[in-house]
């Protein structure tokens, strides 16, 4: 759980008084720290004004201490190593023992003093992404700031004006430093308890990296080819449940610090956004909807009525963003005949992966994998194999669960008579394939690069 790093090596910050000599290192507080990837329970005041608190998806919130009437936290910028899934480790840089970093919680009106403490090999700063604020405050390097050296200690005091949702990362040597994890959310609370109060408010901001099978580090030139799809820095299966009890108003906040756009897509439910980086939607501008498009460099919360119990699916709605390490170059190979298909891989490298004849379930099926590589399509529910990685995971809307219980109650029992099932249909219907005309005359090429429809003619039904 949680554990005091204690405090700082005094030597290392010796000279480090901060913001015109008002803060002195023996006044820094302590900076807890993180060792798991699992979800912590939710962090409830213990002084200052009161809030219902979120919780972070296989993350944690930051503890503060008030000092007279200033709310002061303390980040690290570290290197860490976070566990996407079991089976697979990234080295990462990120703040407080995990990336993304804790969730930094506060109140409306709260003044607040975050000291950041530069553990990392190179400058860092950091940047209050839709926070209102004073320009000096804002963390751009060189424009705002001077950097953060290595191994010193910088402060930020500003008020919290806005309650809402943001995001936090640096803005320094950024490409490699945010393609490295660093980054975090905000929640500040309406000092009002009244205002639009949920039962379940969870938060999480997605990331993306490009790390090759069997290797550790992101490449941190990557621009567009990603292929870890994360929530939280973590990929299915290894992002926990989101638990819900049946009738609760639930609330989930995303942000996304990724190089693409994130359409998310909840099962079972229609919500409305409520809530951006840039704060709340009038009730009169919102509207129904079952998927939100999070852009890139941005927040979006949205709020529903969990009046639905069952396994509902959570994802990105972009498909190939709920799977985990692929090729790209796999070829398509749907409704090609089984003779053209020997011929075909006779010619790929024996170690290339080809897509199967009738689709690309692997299932059950054993791929070798090198060391520290997770499968590329994974996990399983109560009726087999469900096939997915990266940015997916299961909202869990069950009866009668206590307040604080985000524990997995395990797969839905469906009530008799409401699951799809099988029924008797004439025998020998073998799976439709091509029809001997379109055989004569062949598609153009068997090697169809991205799914390239030409390919496909000629194939009915596809
Ligand atoms: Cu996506």
Redesign the pocket.
């Known amino acids: 759980m949680l554990s005091r790093r204690g405090f700082l090596n005094t030597a290392a910050l010796a000279g480090t008084v901060v913001v015109g000599g008002r803060v002195h290192a023996a006044n820094i507080p302590e900076a807890p720290t993180m060792e798991k990837a699992t979800m912590q329970p939710p962090l409830h005041p213990s002084s200052g004004p009161d809030y219902n608190p979120v919780v972070t998806l296989n993350g944690w919130t930051l503890p503060w201490r008030m000092n007279g009437d200033w709310k002061e936290f303390h980040l690290v910028a570290e290197p860490v190593e976070r566990e996407f899934a079991e089976g697979m480790k990234a080295h990462l840089w990120g703040y407080n023992g995990q990336s993304p970093g804790p969730t930094i919680e506060c109140v409306e009106g709260d003044k607040i003093r975050i000291f950041v403490t530069n553990r990392l090999p190179e400058p860092t700063t950091v940047h209050w992404h839709g926070v209102i604020l004073p320009s000096g405050m804002d963390g751009v390097g060189g424009l705002s700031q001077p950097h953060i050296p290595v191994g010193k200690t910088f402060v930020y005091e500003f008020e919290m004006k806005y309650s809402g949702t943001f995001m936090y990362h640096p803005h320094s040597d950024e490409m490699v430093q945010m393609a490295m994890g660093m980054m975090g959310m905000i929640v500040v609370h309406p000092r009002d308890r009244s205002f639009r109060p949920v039962d379940r408010d969870f938060v999480f901001i997605?990331s993306?990296y490009d790390i090759d099978p069997g290797t550790y580090l992101p490449k941190v030139s990557e621009m567009t080819n990603f292929n870890m799809?994360t929530f939280n820095s973590r990929v299915f299966p290894g992002i926990d449940p989101m638990i819900v009890r049946l009738g609760d108003r639930v609330r989930v906040r995303i942000g996304n610090l990724?190089m693409?756009?994130?359409?998310?897509h909840l099962h079972g439910h229609k919500f409305a956004v409520t809530c951006t980086d840039g704060g709340w939607v009038p009730e009169s501008a919102q509207y129904p909807e079952t998927t939100t498009d999070v852009p890139v460099g941005a927040v979006r919360v949205f709020d529903f009525i969990a009046d639905n119990p069952g396994d509902w699916a959570f994802?990105?709605?972009?498909s190939?963003?709920?799977m985990n390490a692929m090729g790209h170059n796999v070829r398509n190979m749907i409704g090609v005949s089984k003779k053209d298909l020997a011929k075909a891989v006779g010619k790929l490298a024996p170690d290339a992966m080809v897509m199967g004849t009738t689709g690309m379930a692997m299932g059950e099926m054993e791929m070798p994998m090198p060391d520290n590589t997770l499968p590329m399509m994974t996990g399983s529910g109560q009726f087999g194999p469900i096939e997915m990685g990266?940015?997916f995971t299961v909202m869990k809307i069950r009866e009668g669960l206590a307040r604080d219980d985000y524990r997995d109650p395990g797969p839905y029992k469906h009530p008799q008579g409401t699951v799809a099932y099988e029924v008797e249909a004439p025998a020998g219907t073998a799976p439709r394939q091509i029809n001997e005309k379109a055989k004569a005359k062949p598609a153009p090429a068997q090697e169809m690069k991205g799914m390239n429809m030409k390919g496909m003619k000629g194939m009915k039904g596809m």
Do not use: E
């Open positions: 997605m993306t799809w990724t693409t756009n994130h359409p998310i994802h990105c709605h972009k190939h963003h709920t990266g940015m």
